[in-house]
């Protein structure tokens, strides 16, 4: 059974200029961010009300969500489900004849069970299935703190690209005239 609607997926081409729109303009607060390896996407999660908007910016160019927005352009990806028994509900969903991406479910984002539903039997609308996990909230956890890693290289290289930079523009690091 359909418990709620989890979240409509949007991509976009800069999460970080996105955000500015989602949060900065209309006000959603930013609740989750995300590195989804297997996806090839960074993710940021918007709550409002009992539901979400998902950001997604593809990272590697090589992903479906990097080739949607290169077909179609920026916009609306999927939109998600919550369901209490996602396994029942894809046997239902192949008794019906409905096309499936994912005939099991995968692990994503936070630990949750999911699976999508082909745009061929939904009119045209890619649908994500979602089930929660116990062990939802420890993955969650263990996503921040690789995304807070990440976060920190980044800056190591930004700024070790600077200091070169200046080292460059001063003669190798000679500060003094």
């Known amino acids: 059974m359909i418990k709620k609607i989890s979240h409509i997926a949007v991509v ?5 200029e996105a955000l500015g729109f989602w ?30 908007v998902e950001l997604l910016e593809p990272v590697t160019e090589d992903s ?3 080739r949607f927005l290169q ?22 969903l192949k008794a019906a004849n409905v096309p499936l991406i994912n005939e099991e479910p995968t692990i994503g984002t936070g630990g949750k069970k999911i ?16 089930e929660s996990t116990p062990e939802e909230p420890m993955r ?14 980044g800056r190591r290289v930004y700024t070790a690209g600077i200091r070169a930079f200046l080292a460059g523009l001063w003669g190798n690091g000679d500060k003094s005239d």
């Open 64 to 66: 479906g969500v990097a």
């Open 71 to 92: 077909k179609r352009g920026p916009g609306m990806h999927h939109i998600c489900f919550e369901v209490d028994d996602i396994e029942a509900m894809l046997a239902r």
């Open 115 to 130: 699976a999508f539903v082909h745009p061929k039997g939904t009119g045209g609308v890619l649908v994500e299935l979602y």
């Open 23 to 52: 949060v900065e303009v209309l006000g959603l607060p930013l609740a989750h961010m995300e590195y989804v390896p297997d996806q090839g996407v960074d993710v940021a999660f918007l709550p409002a009300g009992e539901s979400d």
């Open 12 to 16: 976009v081409p800069n999460l970080e």
């Open 140 to 153: 969650r956890r263990e996503k921040l703190v690789e995304m807070r890693r990440r976060l920190r290289e």
